[in-house]
């Protein structure tokens, strides 16, 4: 194994009920214990530079554990062999000045996940106001670096561009989006996102021309948007642990799979349990690791036809674990899922093509 990233899923417990969430939430937390023993055995197994991911549901209900990962490492890092880079996404209501202080210095990568205009109808009423403030004083950190992520969902989506913009005139400098894939997105849904991302475009074009860059992380050059023989990471060089010891390729297979147990995904994709792996690693990573390989675009399917007798296959990438929440199987994907691919990557190809010549003239 060489993990050049690794997520600590310390609990599977939020205090938000987000409209469009595919996690199952449960009040369960990552003890101590099992934060010393997944320090302990993969710390020899990370590369000289590691991401190190502490995820949820809300990992900020467990800041102790958070602290607890971080202290552990550093301990064992006292050599200064390799790097760790922190990093953590959170709905942002249990955010202290004590956590603020402290992510300033181990200078974790902090990511607010935040719906600017929807926010108070797609995650929680009331929060609007309050995350506006709580990114006000998140700026005054110098060693945070600070990027938000909001969720476009048929029912929202009609505010994707106004929304963009909002996090733009709140001062956020690292902006990233996500289209819903666990909610079924219409012929008119997608007609609005396709009116929504011109609209972004033209703003953003704007923007830059005035400013001189682009706040919208997912229309930054590189001009080749084209993301070819896409294939998921999970398990090649990253690794997750859920707060029930299971190993994982990525937390996004814990989030599906977790009391899925018989299902023949689960068994192809779980390296089974903390203790477990750590006695049988030699033989029970390359063979889970075997199945991780196969999820590769050119083996996914619609209800149409296989991706790889798709012409667009070339330029597409999807997480093959979130359609699964639609479709019941890891690397099926709704025909929608095609159409959102197709109208992102007009969008971005339109602004690259004007940014090219506003570079000229």
Not at 58 to 71: G, R
Not at 164 to 186: C, E, F, Q
Request: with cysteine; net charge negative; proline share 5%.
């Amino acid at each position: 194994m060489k993990l050049s990233a690794f997520s600590f899923i310390v609990t599977d417990d939020c205090n938000f009920n987000c409209s469009y969430c595919f996690q199952n939430k449960e009040p369960k937390y990552m003890a101590p214990s099992t934060i010393e023993k997944t320090v302990t055995f993969f710390y020899p197994y990370f590369q000289e530079k590691t991401d190190i991911v502490f995820f949820g549901g809300e990992p900020l209900l467990t800041f102790d554990s958070v602290k607890h990962a971080v202290s552990l490492l550093l301990e064992m890092n006292k050599d200064k062999k390799k790097t760790f880079v922190f990093s953590l996404s959170t709905n942002g209501s249990p955010v202290t000045r004590e956590m603020l202080d402290y992510f300033n210095r181990h200078r974790f990568d902090l990511q607010l996940s935040f719906d600017a205009l929807t926010q108070d109808t797609a995650r929680r009423a009331g929060s609007l106001d309050l995350m506006r403030e709580l990114i006000r004083r998140i700026l005054t950190y110098p060693d945070i670096e600070f990027s938000t992520n909001s969720v476009a969902a048929p029912g929202t989506v009609s505010s994707f561009s106004e929304s963009m913009r909002y996090l733009v005139d709140a001062g956020v400098k690292n902006i990233d989006y996500s289209l819903s894939h666990t909610t079924p997105w219409d012929p008119a849904a997608l007609e609005t996102l396709e009116s929504e991302m011109e609209r972004l475009t033209d703003f953003l074009l704007t923007y830059y021309r005035e400013i001189g860059v682009i706040p919208v992380t997912g229309f930054r050059p590189p001009g080749d948007v084209q993301k070819k023989n896409f294939m998921c990471f999970g398990g090649s060089d990253r690794l997750a642990v859920s707060p029930d010891e299971d190993v994982w390729g990525c937390y996004a297979f814990h989030d599906y799979l977790k009391h899925k147990e018989e299902s023949e995904d689960f068994l192809n994709y779980s390296f089974g349990k903390l203790d477990d792996f750590i006695q049988n690693h030699e033989t029970r990573y390359p063979e889970v690791l075997e199945n991780y390989s196969n999820l590769r675009q050119r083996r996914f399917f619609t209800d149409e036809q296989f991706c790889f007798l798709c012409e667009e296959k070339d330029n597409c990438s999807v997480c093959p674990v979130r359609p699964a929440y639609i479709t019941g199987l890891i690397g099926r994907l709704p025909t929608w899922i095609c159409d959102l691919n197709k109208i992102e990557k007009k969008a971005k190809m339109r602004f690259i093509k004007k940014i090219n010549k506003a570079e000229r003239l």
